[in-house]
């Protein structure tokens, strides 16, 4: 069993539709977080939940809203989204992110905007 | 000034050569840094942490220079597998990471 799972791996939708990326860790850490990486561009960091608590939103859009109803889920919903917002989006989890720790990433979900 | 700064290459390199990245970071309050590894349309992967005293696995050294906010990944014997994007990672104050935009690596026969 993989330590970070990430599903759908694919996903294609309209800029109308709603879907949500889902994330599970297995390996009993406390933080989690959500970046995106786009094409010739260094990861982004997204969002950080420390806790269940979010404690960094890095100016992502509205259309991005992300929900961690325990330490080992992590979801991000999509609303309305742009052309723009097509990249691959990586759930990536660590023990203590005050110490800056390693991080451990999913495969990631490549999302595609019609 | 960029966080994090690496030369993007990409570095061709025969099999067996000795290959050098550099990285350099701007926030001098950094802890923490690490490379990782990211193979094409993968995830990155922890390849090392990088300690003040460097630190060695294998093939793979790492050495950090905090007076210079400098980090560096020596391989040596390259093969063939270690073709990839290595991203050099620090952190901020509050222990977030920060991911530079990678070095592409190609190993030839």
């Known amino acids: 069993e993989t330590g970070v799972t990430q599903t759908p791996r694919h996903l294609v939708m309209g800029m109308t539709n709603k879907k949500s990326l889902k994330c599970e860790q297995h390996l009993g850490h406390n933080a989690m977080y959500w970046y995106k990486q786009s094409a010739k561009k260094p990861l982004e960091l997204m969002f950080v939940y420390n806790f269940k608590e979010q404690t960094e939103n890095n100016s992502v859009p509205s259309r991005f809203s992300p929900e961690c109803p325990n330490s080992s889920h992590l979801f991000l919903h999509l609303h309305t989204l742009q052309p723009e917002d097509s990249a691959l989006y990586l759930c990536?989890?660590?023990?203590?992110?005050?110490?800056?720790?390693?991080?451990?990433f999913g495969d990631g979900t490549r999302l595609s905007i019609l | 000034r960029k966080e994090v700064e690496q030369d993007p290459g990409p570095f061709n390199v025969p099999e067996g050569a000795t290959v050098a990245f550099n990285c350099t970071y701007s926030n001098s309050a950094s802890q923490s840094f690490f490379w990782y590894r990211q193979d094409c349309r993968k995830e990155p992967k922890l390849l090392m942490s990088?300690?003040?005293s460097g630190n060695e696995d294998g093939r793979f050294t790492a050495q950090l220079n905090r007076a210079s906010q400098y980090i560096s990944l020596l391989i040596r014997d390259s093969k063939l597998s270690d073709s990839a994007t290595y991203l050099c990672v620090v952190t901020r104050s509050q222990g977030n990471l920060i991911f530079g935009k990678g070095t592409k690596l190609s190993v030839k026969p």
């Open positions: 990536a989890s660590s023990q203590d992110p005050d110490r800056g720790q390693p991080q451990h």
């Open positions: 990088v300690y003040s």
